[in-house]
């Protein structure tokens, strides 16, 4: 597959899902994340209130940056680049992270969903070929409600999950049909040093 020169997707898979759906997804995402059950870890936070979870996260979505990225893989650059979101915080502890200030000491802000939606909106103008979320996994119920808010304004760019591996199997679910590209970074076929180097004693099964 050649991607140079090559335009977005035409037609994203959340585009096959009726708003209502959407929204749907939206509701029961919210659902896991209060006790929060975004991920493995389970640490029933009530992020809905003021409790901020294992990873620091809490209600809204929290991100540390966004552009148009042409670091990431080629057939995800293609002309344009990969539009970058990176989410602060983050449900694992690697000690190595080359992110470390945005995933471990949360360098960032809060984006309340309808300002999210227009960074997905601006990444599309100004040529991305994708929406690549960044260390998404706990953030996904804000996340979706901007890609709800971000559709009815126009967003046409496939979505990319990009993340650590960490994942709940409700969560994933849920994103069937929302999401076109999953990118797992898989870290570890040892627990001992999954547990040692991110606090993830369960890695293995869990990715």
Same mark, same amino acid.
């Given at each position: 597959? #050649? /991607?140079?020169? =090559?335009g %977005?997707?035409? $037609? /994203?898979t959340?585009?096959?899902?009726?708003?209502?759906?959407?929204?749907? =997804?939206?509701? =029961?995402?919210?659902?896991?994340?209060?006790?929060?059950?975004?991920? %493995?870890?389970?640490?029933?936070?009530?992020?809905?209130g003021?409790?901020?979870?294992?990873?620091?996260?809490?209600?809204?979505? +929290?991100?540390?940056? *966004?552009? /148009?990225h @042409?670091?990431?893989?080629?057939?995800?650059v293609?002309?344009?680049?990969s539009?970058?979101? *990176? *989410?602060?915080?983050?449900?694992?502890?690697?000690?190595?992270c080359?992110?470390?200030?945005i995933?471990? &000491?949360?360098?960032?802000?809060?984006?309340?969903?309808?300002d999210?939606?227009?960074?997905?909106?601006?990444?599309?103008?100004?040529?991305?070929?994708?929406?690549? &979320?960044?260390?998404?996994?706990h953030?996904?119920?804000?996340?979706?409600?901007?890609?709800? $808010?971000a559709?009815?304004?126009?967003?046409?760019?496939p979505?990319? +999950?990009?993340?650590?591996?960490? #994942?709940?199997?409700?969560?994933?679910r @849920?994103?069937?049909?929302?999401?076109?590209?999953?990118? %797992?970074? *898989?870290?570890?076929?040892?627990?001992?040093?999954?547990? !040692? @180097?991110?606090?993830?004693?369960?890695y293995? #099964?869990r !990715?």
């Open positions: 597959m #050649e /991607p140079r020169g =090559r %977005p997707m035409t $037609h /994203p959340y585009l096959g899902l009726s708003q209502v759906e959407l929204r749907n =997804r939206v509701a =029961r995402l919210d659902e896991l994340a209060s006790p929060c059950r975004l991920c %493995p870890r389970a640490c029933g936070v009530n992020r809905a003021a409790g901020r979870g294992f990873c620091g996260a809490g209600r809204g979505a +929290w991100v540390a940056s *966004f552009g /148009p @042409l670091g990431e893989e080629r057939v995800l293609g002309a344009g680049g539009g970058t979101i *990176f *989410f602060s915080v983050c449900n694992l502890r690697c000690l190595y080359q992110n470390y200030a995933s471990q &000491l949360g360098e960032g802000e809060e984006v309340p969903a309808r999210l939606a227009r960074v997905m909106l601006y990444l599309q103008g100004v040529g991305c070929q994708n929406v690549n &979320l960044v260390t998404p996994s953030q996904a119920p804000p996340i979706v409600d901007a890609l709800a $808010h559709r009815e304004a126009g967003l046409r760019l979505v990319v +999950w990009n993340c650590g591996g960490y #994942e709940s199997v409700a969560v994933l @849920l994103l069937d049909g929302v999401v076109d590209i999953y990118m %797992p970074d *898989f870290k570890y076929g040892d627990n001992a040093v999954a547990t !040692a @180097l991110s606090s993830a004693p369960d293995v #099964e !990715a």
